[in-house]
T-cell receptor, first 111, second 114 residues
Framework: KQEVTQIPAALSVPEGENLVLNCSFT??????LQWFRQDPGKGLTSLLL?????REQTSGRLNASLDKSSGRSTLYIAASQPGDSATYLC??????????FGKGTTLSVSS | EPEVTQTPSHQVTQMGQEVILRCVPI?????FYWYRQILGQKVEFLVS????????KSEIFDDQFSVERPDGSNFTLKIRSTKLEDSAMYFC????????????FGEGSWLTVV
C-alpha cells in the first residue's frame, strides 16, 4: 500500500532563506506527483505537477524534483517570503486516479 | 482562472441527519472527485466519478455515501445518516483527463456533526 511521508512536519525560517521540503513515497510505480499549498481553513492550490518521466518542474521561485527510483521528491523554495507561510502537501497518483497525500509540512516565514 | 466551487462552506448537522454537499466542477473537465480531511489528518480520497458512474472508491466510501451528477454542472456528495466521525472538511476536485493533468480543488465544505 502506498504511503507518503513528508519531512519536516513544521519549519520556521526568516524571510529571504532558501528552503527544501521533502516528500518520500514507498511504491515507485507512480504516474505523477503533485505539490499543493493549503492555507488554514482553505482548499488546496496546485503548485507543480511532475510526470513520472520527468525529473523536475519549475514555477517562479519554486522548483520540484522527482527521483522515482528512490521514491523521493523535493520542493525547493527560493528567497522565502512571509506570504509563503502555509502547509505544503505532496501527493502521488498511481494506477487509479486517486491521489495519495502526505500529511504536509507547515511552513512559517517570519519578516 | 476557472475554479471548482463548493456549497455550503460550512454546515452543522445533528447526528443521523442526511447531508448533501454540492460542487460545480470546472466546465470542460471530465473526472470528478471527493476527498475529505479530518482536522489535523491527511487528505483522504473518497470517490472518483467519470462518465456518470463511480470509477473508483475508497474503503471510507461505504453505503452511507453516494454521489450524483444530477445535471450538466453539479456534482453532489450525500451522506445518508451522519455520524460524529463524519465531521471533516470535504473537498471536491476535477480534472480534464484521467491522470495526466493538474487536478483542481474547491475551497471545501466544512461539515460538523453534533
Amino acid at each position: 500500500k502506498q504511503e507518503v511521508t513528508q519531512i519536516p512536519a513544521a519549519l520556521s525560517v526568516p524571510e529571504g532563506e532558501n528552503l527544501v521540503l521533502n516528500c518520500s513515497f514507498t511504491d515507485s510505480a507512480i504516474y505523477n506527483l503533485q505539490w499543493f499549498r493549503q492555507d488554514p481553513g482553505k482548499g488546496l492550490t496546485s503548485l507543480l505537477l511532475i510526470q513520472s518521466s520527468q525529473r523536475e518542474q519549475t514555477s517562479g521561485r519554486l522548483n520540484a524534483s522527482l527521483d522515482k527510483s528512490s521514491g523521493r521528491s523535493t520542493l525547493y523554495i527560493a528567497a522565502s517570503q512571509p506570504g509563503d507561510s502555509a502547509t505544503y502537501l505532496c501527493a502521488v497518483s498511481q494506477a487509479g486516479t486517486a491521489l495519495i497525500f502526505g500529511k504536509g509540512t507547515t511552513l512559517s516565514v517570519s519578516s | 482562472e476557472p475554479e471548482v466551487t463548493q456549497t455550503p462552506s460550512h454546515q452543522v448537522t445533528q447526528m443521523g441527519q442526511e447531508v448533501i454537499l454540492r460542487c460545480v466542477p470546472i466546465s470542460n473537465h471530465l473526472y470528478f472527485y471527493w476527498y475529505r480531511q479530518i482536522l489535523g489528518q491527511k487528505v483522504e480520497f473518497l470517490v472518483s466519478f467519470y462518465n456518470n458512474e463511480i470509477s473508483e472508491k475508497s474503503e471510507i466510501f461505504d453505503d452511507q455515501f453516494s454521489v450524483e451528477r444530477p445535471d450538466g454542472s453539479n456534482f453532489t456528495l450525500k451522506i445518508r445518516s451522519t455520524k460524529l466521525e463524519d465531521s471533516a472538511m470535504y473537498f471536491c476536485a476535477s480534472r480534464s483527463d484521467r491522470t495526466g493533468n493538474t487536478i483542481y480543488f474547491g475551497e471545501g465544505s466544512w461539515l460538523t456533526v453534533v
